[in-house]
C-alpha cells in the first residue's frame, strides 16, 4: 500500500494575505514584550458518531497565518531580533505513510493531498515545525511567562498553566481586528458580492418557493454560498409572513404565500472566511401593500439616518441612536407610541424596544459578530476608519401584540447593510442591492422577466 504511488503534492504558492500576517504577528508581538504567545485553531468536533463537522479554523489563529489546517498551533515567542513566529502543523500523511490508507480522518487517501510542515512553510511564508514537537519546543520556552488562547484545544490547555493575562491577549487580539486592512476588505467586498447574487438567486426562485416553503429559499441562498464562497457566514433566516418578527428565526420550516413580507438575512463567507451579513425584506408577490410598504419606508427612513451617521470620530453607538430616533418619531406618529419620542427613548424608558429589540450595529469581519472579546471600551469606542459594521434597524409587530394596529400585526421589517468607515465618511459595501420599495419592486420585476430558473452559476 506505500509503494508504487506517483507525485500527489498539494500546489505550493503562496497565500494572498502573507505580507498582511506577518505584520499582525509582530504587531501582536510587540504588544507583549517578552511574553511567549500561543495561539491554537482548535480540533474536528463529532458532530454524530465517527463524522465530524466540516471544520472551520479559529478566527484569531487564522487572522495571524492564512491557515485552514486542523490542530495547528502558533507560537509567537520573543527573540533578540523580535517576535518570532513558529507554525506547528502535522506531517503529510501520504502515500509513504501507513496512516495514508488506515486514518480515515486525515489520511491523504481518504481526504486528499494537505499541506504538512514544508508545503506550509512557501504557502504562508512563516516558519514551520512538526506538531509532534510543538511540547517539546514549548518546554524551552517555560522561561517566559506564556499566554494562550485557552477553549480551542484541550491538549494546549492542559499543557499551560491559565495565566491572569490570558484574557488580556484575548481581548487585544479583537482589538487588532477592530480596524481592517486592504486585504480584508477586498475579502469582505467579495463576500458582498457574492451574497447579492445569492439574493438575486432568492428572487429568482421565490415563486417555486411558494407551497413548499421557506426551505427552498433558505437551499437557493446556500446553494451559492457552497458554490462562491467556503460557506454561510452564518445560519440564513429565511422568514416569512409572521416569521419575520422572530428575530433568529432559523428554522425555516414554514410557508411562504403570496401577500406576505420575506425577511431574508443572509451572507456567503468567501474562502478567506471574511463573511457579508446583509438583510433585505421583499414581498413575495413583487408588491408591498400599503400598509407594508408604510412600515417598510420607516425601517428605511431609520436606515438612512444609522448610515449617514457613520464616520470617524462618532461613537460606536452613533448610528443606533440616529436611527432610533427616527423610528420612535415614526412610530409615535402612526399611534402605537402613545409617548412621546423624547420620553420613550430616555435610557430609563425605552419604550420603543417593545418594537425593535435589537441594537442597530455590529462590528463584522472573519466572524460575523465580530471582535467580540474586545474590551468595552474599545468594542463601543468612536468609529475610525478602516471598521466595518452593519447598520440594520428593524421593527416588529408580533401577530398578537393587541398595542399594535391590525392591519400591521404580523408584519416585520429590517433592512441591513455592511458599511466601511473611510477617512472622510463611509462607504456602503453592499449598496449594490436595491434598498427602497420602488427599486426593490422593479428589481424582482427585472429578474422574473430574465427567467425563473436561470440561477446563473
Not at 499582525?24 to 468536533?45: Q, Y
Not at 512538526?130 to 514549548?138: G, I, Q, R, S, V
Not at 475610525?384 to 434597524?393: D, F, I, K, Q, S
Given at each position: 500500500m506505500t509503494g508504487n504511488w506517483g507525485a500527489a503534492d498539494p500546489v505550493i504558492e503562496e497565500h494572498p494575505a502573507v505580507t498582511f500576517s506577518a505584520h499582525?504577528?509582530?504587531?501582536?508581538?510587540?504588544?507583549?514584550?517578552?511574553?511567549?504567545?500561543?495561539?491554537?485553531?482548535?480540533?474536528?468536533?463529532?458532530?454524530a458518531n465517527d463524522t465530524d463537522y466540516r471544520f472551520r479554523a479559529g478566527t484569531d489563529f487564522f487572522y495571524l497565518t492564512g491557515c485552514l489546517e486542523p490542530d495547528a498551533v502558533l507560537i509567537i515567542a520573543p527573540s533578540a531580533s523580535g517576535p518570532r513566529s513558529t507554525l506547528y502543523i502535522a506531517q503529510r500523511r501520504?502515500?509513504?505513510?501507513?496512516?495514508?490508507?488506515?486514518?480515515?480522518q486525515y489520511g491523504e487517501l481518504w481526504v486528499g493531498a494537505r499541506r504538512g510542515v514544508t508545503e506550509a512553510a512557501g504557502y504562508y511564508d512563516i516558519e514551520t515545525a512538526?506538531?509532534?514537537?510543538?511540547?517539546?519546543?514549548?518546554a524551552s520556552l517555560r522561561s517566559s511567562t506564556i499566554l494562550t488562547v485557552r477553549g480551542f484545544d484541550k491538549t494546549v490547555d492542559e499543557l499551560i498553566e491559565p495565566h491572569e493575562d490570558?484574557?488580556?491577549?484575548?481581548?487585544?487580539?479583537?482589538?487588532?481586528?477592530?480596524?481592517?486592512?486592504?486585504?480584508?476588505?477586498?475579502?469582505?467586498?467579495?463576500?458582498?458580492?457574492?451574497?447579492?447574487?445569492?439574493?438575486?438567486?432568492?428572487?429568482?426562485?421565490?415563486?417555486?418557493?411558494?407551497?413548499?416553503?421557506?426551505?427552498?429559499?433558505?437551499?437557493?441562498?446556500?446553494?451559492r454560498a457552497r458554490v462562491e464562497g467556503n460557506d454561510v457566514g452564518y445560519d440564513t433566516i429565511a422568514a416569512s409572513g409572521a416569521h419575520a418578527t422572530i428575530l433568529h428565526w432559523m428554522r425555516n420550516d414554514g410557508a411562504v404565500r403570496r401577500g406576505d413580507l420575506l425577511l431574508l438575512d443572509a451572507g456567503v463567507e468567501c474562502h478567506n472566511l471574511y463573511t457579508a451579513d446583509v438583510t433585505r425584506t421583499m414581498p413575495v408577490n413583487g408588491t408591498f401593500s400599503e400598509a407594508q410598504r408604510r412600515i417598510y419606508e420607516?425601517?428605511?427612513?431609520?436606515?438612512?439616518?444609522?448610515?449617514?451617521?457613520?464616520?470617524?470620530?462618532?461613537?460606536?453607538?452613533?448610528?443606533?441612536?440616529?436611527?432610533?430616533?427616527?423610528?420612535?418619531?415614526?412610530?409615535?406618529?402612526?399611534?402605537?407610541?402613545?409617548?412621546?419620542?423624547?420620553?420613550?427613548?430616555?435610557?430609563?424608558?425605552?419604550?420603543?424596544r417593545r418594537y425593535t429589540l435589537h441594537g442597530t450595529s455590529h462590528w463584522l469581519g472573519i466572524d460575523v459578530h465580530d471582535c467580540a472579546n474586545a474590551r468595552d471600551e474599545t468594542f463601543h469606542g468612536d468609529l475610525?476608519?478602516?471598521?466595518?459594521?452593519?447598520?440594520?434597524?428593524g421593527v416588529y409587530f408580533q401577530p398578537n401584540d393587541l398595542t399594535v394596529p391590525e392591519e400591521y400585526r404580523g408584519i416585520g421589517v429590517r433592512i441591513e447593510d455592511d458599511v466601511l468607515v473611510t477617512a472622510d465618511g463611509s462607504r456602503n459595501l453592499s449598496a449594490a442591492l436595491p434598498r427602497t420599495a420602488d427599486d426593490i419592486e422593479a428589481w424582482m420585476a427585472n429578474i422574473w422577466a430574465q427567467g425563473p430558473t436561470n440561477l446563473n452559476l
Open positions: 499582525r504577528r509582530t504587531k501582536l508581538g510587540e504588544h507583549f514584550v517578552g511574553k511567549t504567545l500561543v495561539i491554537p485553531t482548535g480540533n474536528f468536533k463529532v458532530r501520504d502515500s509513504q505513510t501507513h496512516e495514508f490508507f488506515t486514518n480515515a512538526p506538531l509532534e514537537h510543538f511540547e517539546k519546543d514549548l490570558d484574557h488580556e491577549l484575548v481581548a487585544v487580539l479583537s482589538e487588532h481586528r477592530l480596524v481592517k486592512d486592504d486585504f480584508e476588505i477586498s475579502q469582505l467586498q467579495l463576500a458582498v458580492d457574492y451574497t447579492v447574487k445569492g439574493f438575486e438567486d432568492v428572487v429568482r426562485a421565490l415563486p417555486s418557493a411558494e407551497g413548499r416553503g421557506e426551505r427552498v429559499i433558505e437551499g437557493i441562498f446556500n446553494l420607516l425601517v428605511l427612513a431609520a436606515q438612512e439616518a444609522g448610515i449617514a451617521a457613520v464616520r470617524p470620530g462618532v461613537g460606536f453607538m452613533a448610528p443606533h441612536e440616529a436611527a432610533m430616533e427616527v423610528l420612535a418619531q415614526g412610530l409615535h406618529e402612526l399611534g402605537i407610541l402613545k409617548e412621546e419620542p423624547e420620553l420613550a427613548l430616555r435610557k430609563d424608558r425605552q419604550l420603543h475610525e476608519a478602516g471598521n466595518v459594521l452593519t447598520v440594520e434597524p
